[in-house]
């Protein structure tokens, strides 16, 4: 083989690949948008399983969590550990960086993150990449609402915006992520968030490094839940505007906290 055609063979095999990353990336989203009452349910659990299993950054030992709903959007964001390049990848692709067989993680941005797009087909992305000399940020626009040929040209855009990533000084109080829905189907927005808060309490038990969630409403309502001690018989409370509570972690028994723990979100709400 020479080497011109050793290189046009690589050139062609790469240029396969994204097509095929383009066409994973239709197909499953076009199953979540076909299918949104189970998306619905679904979605917020693969954003915080993404944010868990990115483990806390160096200096905490747990993840915090924000949920808010705009009046034209929703956000999500967490100050779990930064990005690291494959992971971010793996996000482009809509393939998964999970460690084969990790006991530690459920899955990180696998295909499981693209039923997300069931609240809209554009998701507005800012986040910090840890390269391991230093962290940069990134802002891409995933766009996923045309056809194959249209999410390809999406990848090569958000390939554009990595080069133009710019290094970060300092990342105190500033969110590891944030992904920006714009509003495409309230209905399903307001049923992730209503089975995200309902579930909460079995989170804070199956989920030990989840910290803090923070909910922020349309209408101003803002409540923050918060991991405590664990007691029988814990009851939640209903915050009102602004209005901080801690929640303690319910007792379990030990097969089922064991069995919740061992599945991955999704599929412990359907179970």
């Given at each position: 083989?020479s080497?011109h055609?050793?290189?046009l063979?690589?050139e062609?095999?790469e240029?396969?690949?994204?097509k095929n990353?383009?066409?994973h990336?239709?197909?499953k989203?076009r199953?979540?948008?076909?299918?949104p009452?189970d998306a619905a349910?679904?979605?917020?659990f693969?954003l915080?399983?993404n944010?868990?299993?990115?483990?806390p950054?160096?200096d905490?030992?747990?993840?915090?969590?924000?949920l808010t709903?705009k009046s034209?959007?929703?956000?999500?964001?967490h100050?779990?550990?930064?990005?690291k390049?494959?992971?971010?990848a793996?996000?482009?692709s809509?393939?998964?960086s999970?460690?084969f067989?990790?006991?530690k993680t459920?899955g990180r941005?696998?295909?499981?993150?693209l039923v997300t797009h069931?609240?809209?087909?554009?998701?507005?992305?800012?986040g910090?990449?840890?390269?391991?000399?230093q962290?940069e940020?990134v802002d891409?626009?995933?766009d996923?609402g045309?056809?194959e040929?249209?999410?390809?040209?999406?990848?090569?855009?958000?390939n554009e915006?990595?080069e133009r990533a710019?290094r970060?000084?300092?990342?105190?109080?500033?969110p590891?992520?944030r992904?920006t829905?714009a509003h495409?189907?309230?209905?399903?927005l307001r049923?992730?968030?209503?089975?995200?808060?309902q579930?909460l309490?079995y989170l804070f038990?199956?989920?030990?490094l989840?910290g803090?969630?923070r909910?922020?409403?349309d209408k101003?309502?803002v409540?923050t839940?918060?991991?405590?001690?664990?007691?029988?018989?814990?009851?939640?409370?209903?915050s009102c505007?602004s209005?901080t509570f801690a929640?303690?972690?319910p007792?379990l028994?030990?097969?089922?906290?064991?069995?919740l723990?061992?599945k991955?979100?999704?599929e412990?709400?359907?179970?």
């Amino acid at each position: 083989m020479s080497e011109h055609f050793l290189k046009l063979y690589a050139e062609a095999r790469e240029a396969q690949a994204v097509k095929n990353e383009a066409r994973h990336i239709w197909t499953k989203i076009r199953e979540a948008r076909g299918s949104p009452h189970d998306a619905a349910v679904r979605w917020p659990f693969e954003l915080l399983q993404n944010a868990i299993d990115s483990g806390p950054r160096e200096d905490r030992n747990s993840v915090d969590i924000t949920l808010t709903d705009k009046s034209d959007s929703f956000v999500f964001e967490h100050d779990g550990a930064f990005f690291k390049t494959h992971e971010l990848a793996a996000l482009l692709s809509g393939g998964s960086s999970k460690e084969f067989e990790d006991p530690k993680t459920t899955g990180r941005f696998g295909t499981g993150f693209l039923v997300t797009h069931v609240l809209a087909p554009r998701v507005q992305l800012v986040g910090l990449v840890d390269t391991g000399d230093q962290i940069e940020r990134v802002d891409l626009l995933l766009d996923r609402g045309g056809g194959e040929d249209s999410i390809l040209q999406n990848i090569q855009h958000c390939n554009e915006a990595i080069e133009r990533a710019m290094r970060v000084l300092t990342v105190e109080g500033a969110p590891s992520a944030r992904f920006t829905y714009a509003h495409d189907d309230v209905a399903y927005l307001r049923e992730g968030l209503e089975t995200f808060r309902q579930t909460l309490p079995y989170l804070f038990v199956t989920r030990p490094l989840l910290g803090d969630v923070r909910l922020e409403f349309d209408k101003g309502t803002v409540e923050t839940w918060q991991p405590g001690l664990s007691f029988p018989g814990c009851s939640a409370m209903r915050s009102c505007k602004s209005e901080t509570f801690a929640f303690a972690r319910p007792v379990l028994s030990t097969a089922l906290s064991a069995s919740l723990t061992q599945k991955p979100l999704a599929e412990q709400l359907q179970s």
